[in-house]
């Protein structure tokens, strides 16, 4: 795994540039408009900096670039790149990793639930509702991930943990921007 | 579901371990701030998978708080300050 100040830095300068492509072609937005790019232009520099290697990153490129009007803004801000990045006529579901696994029951197993022997009722009720909650919860974590809904569970944990790491430095170098702003802006 | 069993044997791919699976969950525990410090046999699945949940979607609030901080500041600046010139060529 790559060091994260070698990831912010990668984000940074991609977002910084989307940014400024975006203005160049648009001047004059309103404060909406404005944290909208702002915000997609940071979306789209974090998945960019995968370059195509995860399944999220397509995934979010690809759900950004359904829509007609953000389609053009994403190619504004990925540039060159845009070709290579932006999958066309392609289902999501077909940019997903296909490995097959056997059950939900290996996740639970990871987790140190303890298996039953007997089958005796109250315990069987428990171990029901936690299997119901592990799917519920799964289903939850598919909505959150791009693309997770096509994933398997494999696939899912694997997606993840890029997808965390590469939220929190996100998190990190916008929050560092907008704090270095507001000082410059006060003094 | 029989379904899958089925397709998994004509699928022709490798099979991934127990170990491969616990090894990723616990990775993913030790990313969560609410749960990495305990004991790995006292953190359900639904539990670890919950968290989790909670925590991209505050990842995805404060992005979200965020560009709204940057883009307010964008628009409040003073316009005629040269260390506002520096903050515009860098952002807008």
Same mark, same amino acid.
């Given at each position: $795994?790559?060091?994260?100040?070698?990831?912010?830095?990668?984000?940074?300068?991609?977002?910084? $540039?989307?940014?400024?492509?975006?203005?160049?072609?648009?001047?004059? $937005?309103?404060?909406?408009?404005?944290? @909208?790019?702002?915000?997609?232009?940071?979306?789209?520099?974090?998945?960019?900096?995968?370059?195509?290697?995860?399944? &999220?990153?397509?995934?979010?490129?690809?759900?950004?670039?359904?829509?007609?009007?953000?389609?053009?803004?994403?190619?504004?801000?990925?540039?060159?790149?845009?070709?290579?990045?932006?999958?066309?006529?392609?289902? %999501?579901?077909?940019?997903?990793?296909?490995?097959? %696994?056997?059950? @939900?029951?290996?996740?639970?197993?990871?987790?140190?639930?303890?298996?039953?022997?007997?089958?005796?009722?109250?315990?069987?009720?428990?171990?029901?509702?936690?299997? &119901?909650?592990?799917?519920?919860?799964?289903?939850?974590?598919?909505?959150?991930?791009?693309?997770?809904?096509? $994933?398997?569970?494999?696939?899912?944990? @694997?997606?993840?943990?890029?997808?965390?790491?590469?939220?929190?430095?996100?998190?990190?170098?916008?929050?560092?921007?907008?704090?270095?702003?507001?000082?410059?802006?006060?003094? | 579901?029989?379904?899958?069993?089925?397709?998994?044997?004509?699928?022709?791919?490798?099979?991934?371990? #127990? #170990?491969?699976?616990?090894?990723?969950?616990?990775?993913?525990?030790?990313?969560?701030?609410?749960?990495?410090?305990?004991?790995?046999?006292?953190?359900?699945?639904?539990?670890?998978?919950?968290?989790?949940?909670?925590?991209?979607?505050?990842?995805?609030?404060?992005?979200?708080?965020?560009?709204?901080?940057?883009?307010?500041?964008?628009?409040?600046?003073?316009? #005629?300050?040269?260390?506002?010139?520096?903050?515009?060529?860098?952002?807008?």
């Amino acid at each position: $795994m790559r060091p994260p100040s070698l990831l912010k830095q990668e984000f940074l300068k991609k977002w910084i $540039m989307g940014l400024q492509r975006c203005s160049s072609t648009k001047k004059n $937005m309103n404060i909406l408009e404005r944290k @909208k790019a702002i915000k997609l232009s940071a979306d789209v520099a974090m998945a960019s900096s995968r370059n195509g290697t995860t399944c &999220w990153s397509r995934a979010l490129i690809a759900n950004a670039s359904k829509d007609g009007n953000d389609k053009h803004l994403v190619e504004q801000i990925l540039g060159p790149e845009s070709e290579r990045l932006i999958v066309k006529k392609v289902s %999501i579901g077909a940019l997903v990793c296909n490995k097959r %696994i056997r059950s @939900k029951k290996i996740l639970k197993r990871s987790c140190g639930i303890r298996r039953t022997r007997k089958c005796v009722p109250q315990v069987a009720l428990a171990s029901s509702i936690a299997k &119901w909650l592990v799917r519920k919860r799964t289903q939850v974590l598919k909505s959150l991930i791009p693309g997770g809904e096509f $994933m398997n569970e494999v696939c899912l944990i @694997k997606e993840t943990l890029d997808y965390i790491i590469s939220l929190r430095a996100q998190v990190d170098v916008m929050r560092s921007l907008a704090s270095a702003s507001e000082q410059v802006n006060h003094s | 579901m029989s379904s899958r069993r089925s397709r998994q044997s004509t699928s022709g791919v490798s099979r991934i371990s #127990d #170990d491969q699976i616990i090894e990723l969950v616990s990775k993913l525990r030790q990313l969560l701030p609410e749960i990495r410090d305990r004991p790995s046999n006292t953190v359900s699945a639904s539990k670890v998978l919950q968290e989790t949940c909670n925590y991209i979607r505050s990842l995805h609030t404060k992005v979200d708080d965020l560009s709204e901080r940057l883009s307010q500041l964008l628009a409040t600046i003073d316009a #005629d300050s040269e260390q506002a010139a520096i903050v515009r060529s860098l952002i807008m």
